[in-house]
């Protein structure tokens, strides 16, 4: 209502509000895309507003040019399945979740996949 409200205003209500709009839609749509990942995780809303809150810049690069793109009729339905994938990795990057097929300690950086193989051969 406020950010209505503001809108209002000469000078400021065409050039600073519709930024801080674009935010915090960015972050609620955010928090939408990422609670079905969190939820599943067992985090409650107040720990995940939190959480998304510890990461603000990460949070806005990803919610704010979605939001944007959004007010584009017809985008949102070409866009909404990567929003979702890329949610659920936010949540993952939020939560500091590693992939699991990362390679093994034993085997060198340098290695190509032949000689990982014989490693284990012998």
Same mark, same amino acid.
């Given at each position: 209502?406020l950010?209505?409200? =503001?809108?209002?205003? $000469?000078v400021?209500g &065409?050039?600073?509000?519709?930024?801080?709009?674009?935010?915090? *839609?960015?972050?609620f749509l955010?928090?939408?895309? *990422?609670?079905?990942?969190?939820?599943?995780?067992?985090?409650?809303?107040?720990e995940?507003?939190?959480? %998304?809150?510890?990461?603000?810049m %990460?949070v806005?690069?990803?919610g704010?040019p979605?939001?944007?793109a959004? %007010?584009?009729p017809?985008?949102?339905v070409?866009?909404? $399945?990567g929003?979702v994938?890329g949610?659920? %990795?936010?949540?993952?990057d939020? =939560?500091?979740?590693?992939?699991?097929?990362?390679?093994?300690?034993?085997? *060198? $950086?340098?290695?190509? $996949?032949?000689? &990982?193989? =014989?490693? &284990?051969?012998?």
């Amino acid at each position: 209502m406020l950010l209505l409200a =503001l809108g209002f205003v $000469p000078v400021l209500g &065409q050039t600073v509000i519709p930024v801080i709009a674009i935010l915090v *839609t960015g972050f609620f749509l955010t928090e939408e895309l *990422t609670a079905i990942a969190l939820t599943r995780r067992s985090i409650a809303l107040r720990e995940r507003l939190a959480l %998304l809150r510890s990461r603000k810049m %990460l949070v806005w690069g990803f919610g704010a040019p979605l939001a944007a793109a959004f %007010l584009v009729p017809v985008v949102a339905v070409f866009l909404m $399945p990567g929003a979702v994938a890329g949610a659920t %990795l936010l949540a993952r990057d939020l =939560l500091n979740e590693h992939d699991r097929d990362e390679p093994s300690e034993s085997a *060198t $950086p340098d290695a190509t $996949p032949d000689d &990982q193989v =014989l490693d &284990q051969r012998g």
